[in-house]
Antibody, heavy 121, light 108 residues
Framework: QVQLVESGGGVVQPGRSLILSCAAS????????MHWVRQAPGKGLEWVAL????????FYADSVKGRFTISRDNPKNTLFLQVNSLRPEDTAVYYC??????????????WGQGTLVTVSS | DIVMTQSPASLSVSPGETATLSCRAS??????LAWYQQKPGQAPRLLIY???TRATGIPPRFSGSGSGTEFTLTISSLQSEDFAVYYC??????????FGQGTKLEIK
């Protein structure tokens, strides 16, 4: 069965960095688009970033462009999100999610359980 | 960016009854709309995609309809496990993908 397991969250001071990871299993990781989506405490869902199945194309929300970097290691079935210059408003649960196809014009059919990032001094 | 607006923000319905949730897009998204269910402390779960197609394992009491800018999620014969927050999402025009603000379905 498809499993996505995030890790790497924690408490970090403003301006610092983190690397979030998402380990995928149960399917051919390299065949699918992957996303990061975040949810601030008590708030709704905000899409953060997309990476194409082969890593050649990446897209970002304006709120994180220039600060966050999405990447993937297909042989290791792992998705990453490098988060730099963190701000208090980046505090959220970060989910990785699988796009259900290869094109991007697809819903998100599997989600991890999320990893909490808290930005606080 | 496409703005997704859900109504109502919260809805109280008795078990066994039908709940109707609405989602409006600020411009046409064809049928590139998904619905997700999220329970407290859990990740979202895909319910409906293509506006009306149930995802794998989703019971038939969940149905979606609509196209263009107006969409509806109907949950019939509500069961206790259906009380949750529901989000709509457009994947027609991206980036960014955008979600509605959510509708909280509560037990009456």
């Amino acid at each position: 069965q498809v499993q996505l397991v995030e890790s790497g969250g924690g408490v970090v001071q403003p301006g610092r960095s983190l690397i979030l990871s998402c380990a995928a299993s149960g399917y051919t990781f390299s065949n699918y688009v992957m996303h990061w989506v975040r949810q601030a405490p008590g708030k709704g869902l905000e899409w953060v970033a997309l990476i194409s199945y082969d890593g050649s194309n990446k897209f970002y929300a304006d709120s994180v462009k220039g600060r966050f970097t999405i990447s993937r290691d297909n042989p290791k079935n792992t998705l990453f999100l490098q988060v730099n210059s963190l701000r208090p408003e980046d505090t959220a649960v970060y989910y990785c999610a699988r796009g259900s196809g290869t094109s991007g014009w697809d819903p998100f059919d599997y989600w991890g359980q999320g990893t909490l990032v808290t930005v606080s001094s | 960016d496409i703005v997704m607006t859900q109504s109502p923000a919260s809805l109280s319905v008795s078990p066994g009854e039908t709940a109707t949730l609405s989602c409006r897009a600020s411009q046409s998204i064809s049928t590139n709309l998904a619905w997700y269910q999220q329970k407290p402390g859990q990740a979202p779960r895909l319910l409906i995609y293509g506006a009306s197609t149930r995802a794998t394992g989703i019971p038939p009491r969940f149905s979606g309809s609509g196209s263009g800018t107006e969409f509806t999620l109907t949950i019939s014969s509500l069961q206790s496990e259906d009380f949750a927050v529901y989000y709509c999402q457009q994947y027609n025009d991206w980036p960014p993908y955008t979600f509605g603000q959510g509708t909280k379905l509560e037990i009456k």
